[in-house]
């Protein structure tokens, strides 16, 4: 076969087979996992930030409400901070932590724990002020309609809130889960500082409790929540999920009684199957089986038994696997950013696996028996898939290996920087990066791509965002899951 008569993707393809199955350096990708946060800083920065095409950006954030709202993540190649997704993606680097911070290099634990604490301290901005939560800075439509760098902004920054009566479940109950699974991340090494994360969960789950409702129905926040992140699945899970997290931090048997009395009309046995920015079931019936299994707390046995459900669908051998996977193995769901799945099955199924190990239980699957190492063998599959082990033999982390997306739709990425070109670059200035096809001048190290189709094809195209776009809450998990393999690089 000719080379020069085959399309280029298709020799991308042929030659990325060869690429496969080689030895990862877990430990370099943790790094990078971790560093990726700070391309994603809002706020001014530190002395000490490595991503130094970045600089200070949003500094005027909550004027209009007369209150401090710097600080915090953007989401991921834009310029707006979204409140939910962003109180999930801190939820999930303190549960990546508390899981795997044991078996951390001194020097990542302290990088992951510098990470949650630069979205902590924002968090707590948003839930300063009695019956009130701020849940968003920024207008999308107006953001999505430029290109330009954070530190060029001059788009509004509008804030939205949600005031008592008012509901904002979800939100708040997120951000309740985040500060406490927070709390217990510092509780060694700060107690200060985990104390107040705690007292300000214990006051965000009570306001997302207290009004019941999803905050994406409200008038003065739909238009900025939605499309994009918008209450699809309902807030009866963060519900659940904050509890869950305050049970954990703080043992109190009130928030046991909740979950017991809450789960069936909170729906704890519905959509069992999903976790991701939106939807917490599954993670939630994984955190709840830590009691069960290792504290015999039959009472909440149910979660158990929906966790345990859920790890059967992911095993091609049993009986109730339904989960789809592309040719080259990767988990598969249809939409947009499909590595946030890879990353979140990945997590939920190694920290099950170390609750399995401890008390040496394996899973009954119908007629299939599924232990731990078969539930970590799954879930490096989905890591080297990620980091190149796929038909197009690239990694979707940008900087590791040598072979990575160089295209990414990402503002900052995309454009000079300020160091480059001081100059400010308007609105419609910036399309030009945007539409060119060269590479972004900035690597955003670290980043993870929403990744390739069904069919494990990916093109390197920023004007791809649901392929090429990163987000922090597909990082986020994946810290956890590099954290283990790079303590154990020889598992198989």
Known sequence: MKLSNVPMLVIIFLIGFGRLHSAHDYGDALSKAILFFEGQRS???????????????????????????????????????????????????????????DIMPPNELRDALVA???????????????????????????????????EDMDTSRIVYAVDAPNAASDVAGETAAALAASSMA?????????????????????????????????????YGACPYYCDFDGYQDELLWGAAWLRRATQDENYLNYIQS???????????????????????NVLVSKE??????????????????????????TPSSHIEYTPGGLVYRPGGSNLQHATSIAFLELVYAN????????????????????LRQHAKRQVDYILGDNPMGLSYMVGYSGYYPQRIHHRGSSLPSLKDYPQSIGCK???????????????LVGAIVGGPGEDDFYVDDRVDFRKSEPTTYINAPFVGVLAYFAANPNFS
């Not at 600080?71 to 549960?95: C, E, H, R, S, V």
């Not at 009130?132 to 953001?143: L, W």
């Open 355 to 374: 609750y399995l190990t401890h008390t040496s239980q394996d899973l009954n699957c119908g007629n299939v028996y599924v232990s731990a190492q078969t």
């Open 262 to 284: 809450n789960g069936k009309t909170l729906g704890a046995d519905e959509n069992i199957n999903e976790f991701g920015w939106d939807n917490k079931h599954a993670g939630l």
């Open 186 to 222: 510092f509780r060694s090494m700060d107690p200060g500082y985990s104390e107040t994360l705690l007292r300000n969960a214990i006051n965000a789950f009570q306001f997302a409790d207290s009004y019941r409702g999803a905050y994406s129905d409200n008038d003065n926040v739909k």
């Open 292 to 317: 069960v299994i290792e504290g015999n707390m039959y009472s909440l046995e149910s979660y158990k038994d929906s966790a345990e459900s859920f790890m059967c669908t992911l095993i091609p051998e």
């Open 116 to 150: 949650i604490r630069w979205a902590t301290d924002y968090l707590l901005k948003t839930v300063s002020q009695p019956n009130r939560i701020f849940v968003q800075v920024g207008d999308p439509s107006s953001d999505h309609d430029c290109w330009e760098r954070p």
């Open 429 to 443: 200035e910036g399309s030009i990066y945007y539409n060119s096809t060269n590479p972004n001048p900035n690597v």
């Open 43 to 101: 706020g001014f920065l530190p002395q000490d930030q490595r991503m130094s095409w970045r600089a200070n950006s949003g500094l005027s954030d909550g004027w209009n409400y007369n209150t401090d709202l710097t600080g915090g993540y953007y989401d991921a190649g834009d310029n707006i901070k979204f409140g939910f997704p962003m109180a999930f993606t801190t939820t999930m680097l303190a549960w990546s932590v508390l899981e795997f911070g």
